[in-house]
């Protein structure tokens, strides 16, 4: 990805009133047998004004709305989408019928769950496909905050699951105040070259004390759940964690 220079604005300015866009699919990416990143190009000339971390839902003929969160930055000139195939409904339409040139409608932004240039040490959780507003959040972070270090924590089943993991790596390699945790926690046979376990025990092991951070966290709401208890006994402070829980 290749990243324009920074636009204080767009990352942190005031996000606009939700309402409907159209746009074209300018990309599709098959990047793991369940999950599909879709790229769409707005036709409007007025830029989709929204904070890192909000989402947008996206509509189809004939179908209720689903929301997708935003997985690129407010720099991007592109609109970034990580769907997982459910087998029903628009991420089942996006599979099988979307391609590329086709047309796309969606309505934003929306979502309180978005990165604030608080200037503290940023702590990102990730469950699956929860990994996609904290992409948007960690990129905008790394470009707005001079300073401040990053954590990323990706848990997912196995090792299929990261495929955004050459990435982070690389983002690593560029951003040496970036440190990112790959987590498996059903690898084949129990046995992998990564990390295994959850991201709260992780944390654990991890992190004495987390006063002092900015927490987002995105994922499946079981994950969330269990993992918000271990942020408090570590010392994170409920006014700075922010959540955004989801069915699995």
């Known amino acids: ?6 636009n204080k604005t767009a990352a942190t300015g005031k996000t606009a009133t939700p309402r ?3 746009g074209r699919v300018t990309g599709i990416e098959d990047s793991s047998p369940d ?4 790229r769409v190009t707005l036709d409007s000339a007025e830029p989709l004004k929204f904070r890192a971390g909000q989402y947008a839902n996206i509509h189809a003929p004939g179908m209720e709305p689903r929301a997708f969160s935003i997985a690129s930055s407010p720099h991007d000139p592109e609109l970034e989408f990580h769907v997982k195939n459910s087998g029903r409904g628009i991420s ?3 599979f099988s019928a979307l391609t590329r040139g086709a047309e796309v409608t969606l309505e934003a932004p929306f979502g309180r769950h978005y990165w604030r240039p608080l200037q503290k040490p940023l702590l990102a959780l990730a469950g699956g496909v929860g ?5 948007a959040i960690i990129e905008t972070h790394l470009l707005e905050d001079a300073a401040a270090p990053v954590w990323l924590y990706w848990g997912v089943k196995t090792a299929k ?4 993991d050459s990435y982070f790596r690389r983002l690593a390699e560029q951003y040496p105040r970036f440190h990112y945790t790959p987590l498996l926690s059903d690898p084949p046979g129990g046995r992998s070259p990564l990390r295994t376990g959850t991201v709260g025990d992780a944390l654990a092991v991890d992190f004495p004390n987390l006063t002092g951070c900015a927490v987002y966290m995105a994922g499946p709401a079981a994950m969330v759940d269990a993992t918000l208890p271990r942020l408090l ?3 994170a402070e409920r006014e700075f964690i922010y959540s955004d829980a989801f069915g699995a």
């Open 92 to 94: 089942a339409y996006i």
């Open 1 to 6: 990805m290749t990243t324009p220079p920074s």
């Open 35 to 38: 999950t599909r990143i879709l």
């Open 233 to 235: 006994e570590k010392g």
């Open 131 to 135: 990994i996609a507003p904290l992409k």
């Open 161 to 164: 699951q990261l495929y955004l």
């Open 20 to 22: 409907l866009y159209t």
